[in-house]
T-cell receptor, first 120, second 110 residues
Framework: DTGVSQDPRHKITKRGQNVTFRCDPISEHNRLYWYRQTLGQGPEFLTYFQNEAQLEKSRLLSDRFSAERPKGSFSTLEIQRTEQGDSAMYLC??????????????????FGSGTQLSVL | KNEVEQSPQNLTAQEGEFITINCSYSVGISALHWLQQHPGGGIVSLFMLSSGKKKHGRLIATINIQEKHSSLHITASHPRDSAVYICAVRSGTGRRALTFGSGTRLQVQP
């Protein structure tokens, strides 16, 4: 399967613990996004990478959240000192942007199946 | 007021019916996406449009930039179309982030 994969699919943790999620995008995709989705709501943007550079971060991304994409391939999202309010589905998406003109501004996103986090 | 609003929130239809889902947004955009989400989380991109109309199989998406409104139509609906349909916009400011609506939950009954 050459789609976007996320690991783990489910994570249950106790409040105060640290958790780390991994996203493997489609191999040639240069853009990678993290979103968070709570029940009954649409996804909310967290952060975005172009290759290894983190170019955008949402105000939702508190100091407890950090994301990396060290080699421009897979990405990790870490949440430190988890809180019950962090319980959500964490979604990763990737895309291929080609060129620098207007056509590079809008590209199709491919989503992973998400990591469901439950903080007890 | 949310930047992206969808209506209806929930929709139940009989198999074969023509379905319309609406999306209104309040900001200038560079593109609008329609996505489909099945139970279990998987999201699939259906359309990306910045003007006019696109068609794929039984699905049609239209956008009116002046009125800041888009519609997703499903012709000859089928129970396998049952899913949550989400509208998302990318602002015209150059930011990459998508802003999502809350979704429309569609149930097509046989």
């Amino acid at each position: 399967d050459t789609g976007v994969s996320q690991d783990p699919r489910h994570k249950i943790t106790k409040r105060g613990q640290n958790v780390t999620f991994r996203c493997d995008p489609i191999s040639e995709h240069n853009r990678l996004y993290w979103y968070r989705q709570t029940l009954g709501q649409g996804p909310e943007f967290l952060t975005y990478f172009q290759n290894e550079a983190q170019l955008e971060k949402s105000r939702l991304l508190s100091d407890r959240f950090s994301a990396e994409r060290p080699k421009g391939s897979f990405s990790t999202l870490e949440i430190q000192r988890t809180e019950q309010g962090d319980s959500a589905m964490y979604l990763c998406a990737s895309s291929l942007a080609q060129g620098t003109g207007p056509s590079a501004t809008n590209e199709k996103l491919f989503f992973g199946s998400g990591t469901q986090l439950s903080v007890l | 007021k949310n930047e992206v609003e969808q209506s209806p929130q929930n929709l139940t239809a009989q198999e074969g019916e023509f379905i319309t889902i609406n999306c209104s947004y309040s900001v200038g955009i560079s593109a609008l996406h329609w996505l489909q989400q099945h139970p279990g989380g998987g999201i699939v991109s259906l359309f990306m449009l910045s003007s006019g109309k696109k068609k794929h199989g039984r699905l049609i998406a239209t956008i009116n930039i002046q009125e800041k409104h888009s519609s997703l139509h499903i012709t000859a609906s089928h129970p396998r179309d049952s899913a949550v349909y989400i509208c998302a916009v990318r602002s015209g400011t150059g930011r990459r982030a998508l802003t999502f609506g809350s979704g429309t939950r569609l149930q097509v009954q046989p």
